[in-house]
């Protein structure tokens, strides 16, 4: 089975512009997370989607957006970009908790770099 | 505020020893927990679990226990080997929340041969 992918790897912006980052889940997970990870931060939580709908988000500015498609991959936009937005971006799927699987699978993660 | 903390950034072992990394969470809602583990260049990948009603899991070389009443867990790494070199997370997630998952920090493991 493939693993979760996101596209694309590496990506460097201008402050001001905008960026949408993709990822494609885990064939059958419906669950898509997605994380900011800076240095000495750890993993912070953006928001979550299941069939489409965001049932959580984080402690985020409403430049931080996303959106799920049918088939479940998700997009993430961030508009307005600021220095301090460079982050490495992950994003991990799952099946949903309801059927008891917590455990999340990781994408490789988008490297932002904001100049 | 932080509910999930990692209080020690890094940890240096021996090849062979045991590797004892720790978290500590603040929020008593919190009833499940996970431990990753992240190779420079790679998203985390799960490592293991523990629901609140377990004290102990244990799964080959790695055992997390968990101390519900000092809102604490550790993941025991028995013995350490070199591979075992990286990032560890230690993640919860609330019962009132369950498709929120917090993580810690993070503490960088390295394993000296």
């Known amino acids: 089975k493939a693993g979760v992918t996101q596209t694309p790897r590496y990506l460097i912006k201008t402050r001001g512009q905008q960026v949408t980052l993709s990822c494609s889940p885990i064939s059958g997970h419906r669950s898509v997370s997605w994380y900011q990870q800076t240095p000495g931060q750890g993993l912070q939580f953006l928001f979550e989607y299941f069939s489409e709908t965001q049932r959580n988000k984080g402690n985020f500015p409403g430049r931080f957006s996303g959106r799920q498609f049918s088939n479940s991959r998700s997009e993430m936009n961030v508009s307005t970009l600021e220095l301090g937005d460079s982050a490495l971006y992950l994003c991990a799927s799952s099946l949903d908790f309801t059927s008891g699987a917590y455990e999340q699978y990781f994408g490789p993660g988008t490297r932002l770099t904001v100049t | 505020d932080q509910q999930v903390k990692q209080n020690s950034p890094s940890l240096s072992v021996q090849e062979g020893r045991i590797s004892i990394l720790n978290c500590d969470y603040t929020?008593?809602?919190?009833?499940?927990f996970l431990w990753y583990k992240k190779y420079p260049a790679e998203g985390p990948t799960f490592l293991i679990s523990i629901s609140s009603i377990k004290d102990k899991n244990e799964d080959g070389r790695f055992t997390v226990f968990l101390n519900k009443s000092a809102k604490h867990l550790s993941l025991h790494i028995v013995p350490s080997q070199p591979g075992d070199s990286a990032v560890y997370f230690c993640?919860?997630?609330?019962?009132?929340?369950?498709?929120?998952?917090?993580f810690g920090p993070g503490t960088s493991l390295s394993v000296i041969p």
């Open positions: 929020n008593s809602m919190f009833d499940y």
């Open positions: 993640a919860a997630r609330s019962k009132t929340s369950y498709d929120k998952v917090i």
